[in-house]
């Protein structure tokens, strides 16, 4: 059996091109993750009435705050990335079009 590549470009090229927003918004929205599970837990200790309120309350809030961070850090990431690929593709049209950014 015939297996063909669809992309021909090599990784680090990939990579290159890329840069390393992708990779950023990648371990932020890792750290979102574990901000939403802590979320979760600190949730259902407010509502299961077993430990003390403050510490859910103090746990909830937090986590809450962390993964909103996160996800906005993550999204501006991947912004940067959306922004920095634009260019290059304007850029490589013609060089009145670069100078038009």
Request: charge should be positive; charged fraction near 15%; aromatic fraction near 4%.
């Amino acid at each position: 059996m015939n297996c063909q590549l669809t992309n021909t470009a090599s990784i680090s090229a990939l990579r290159k091109q890329a840069g390393p927003s992708p990779i950023a918004s990648g371990l932020w929205l890792r750290v979102a993750f574990i901000g939403a599970s802590a979320f979760a837990v600190g949730l259902m200790q407010l509502l299961g009435g077993e430990v003390k309120v403050l510490p859910a309350l103090a746990l909830t809030v937090v986590s809450g705050l962390l993964t909103a961070f996160s996800v906005r850090r993550a999204r501006g990431a991947l912004d940067v990335a959306d922004d920095a690929t634009t260019a290059v593709e304007l850029s490589a049209r013609s060089p009145a079009s670069a100078l038009a950014i």
